[in-house]
């Protein structure tokens, strides 16, 4: 990525690193926070960015890299927008078949009509720890929340995620379908842009 040689992607996901990764080819060499920490910085923040400028601060402190981070969750409209930033905690931290199911019990028997959802992700770039001026780039994708969990791909709550215009689910389109059309290659687009790299 122009200026950079280097990036630590500030992920300890490894559905999300897979996807960051193959987005950013090879503009620029990318390790992962893994290779430094297995802590996770607590997700203090109100917001999508300020969560993403959280981590990326906290992996550039330790990496000494420029570090990228996303930030990202979906966001429920009958639930007034809910999980939202808390959507990795949704179930209390026992993980992705939780929170699924978690979601299905509080969508059950809402109509079609009112199950519409937008995935939604910050990218956060830092070029060190306290950068003045981190890089902020959003995207979201819209759908609706299905009646049960479809497809094999992808992570998280992309079972639950249906794409009105792809007819599938999230977790039915394979990965390079996913990262042309999803919320995080939509940050992406917009981070390659003001980069200079598209
Ligand atoms: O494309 C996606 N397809 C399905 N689910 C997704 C997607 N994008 C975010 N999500 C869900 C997963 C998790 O429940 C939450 C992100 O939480 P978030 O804190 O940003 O990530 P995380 O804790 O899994 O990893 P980390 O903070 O180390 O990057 O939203
Ligand atoms: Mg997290």
Same mark, same amino acid.
Request: proline residues 6%.
């Given at each position: 990525m122009s200026g950079f040689k280097e990036l630590v992607l500030a992920s300890h996901n490894a559905g999300k690193l897979k996807e960051l990764q193959a987005m #950013? @080819?090879?503009a620029v060499r990318v390790r992962s926070i893994g290779e430094f920490s297995q802590v996770e910085p607590e997700e203090t923040g109100l917001s999508f960015v300020e969560n993403a400028i959280l981590k990326a601060r906290n992996a550039a402190r330790i990496s000494g890299l420029p570090a990228l981070a996303d930030d990202s969750g979906l966001a429920v409209? =009958?639930?007034g927008g809910a999980p939202g930033i808390y959507s990795a905690r949704y179930a209390d931290g026992q993980g992705d078949a939780a929170n699924n199911a $978690?979601?299905?019990?509080?969508l059950k028997d809402v109509p079609d009509a009112q199950r @519409?959802?937008? =995935? !939604?992700c910050a990218l956060a770039l830092v070029r060190h720890a306290d950068d003045p001026l981190p890089i902020l780039c959003e995207g979201l994708w819209h759908g609706s929340?299905?009646? %049960?969990? /479809?497809?094999?791909?992808? =992570?998280g709550y992309d *079972? #639950? =995620?249906? !794409? *009105?215009?792809?007819?599938?689910?999230?977790? %039915?389109? *394979?990965? %390079?379908? $996913?990262? /042309?059309?999803s919320h995080r290659a939509r940050a992406m687009a917009l981070l390659k842009q003001r980069l200079g790299l598209a």
């Open positions: #950013l @080819g090879d409209d =009958f639930l $978690k979601l299905l019990d509080a @519409g959802a937008q =995935f !939604v929340i299905l009646h %049960e969990a /479809r497809g094999e791909h992808g =992570f *079972p #639950l =995620f249906w !794409v *009105p215009d792809s007819e599938c689910s999230s977790a %039915e389109m *394979p990965s %390079e379908q $996913k990262n /042309r059309l």
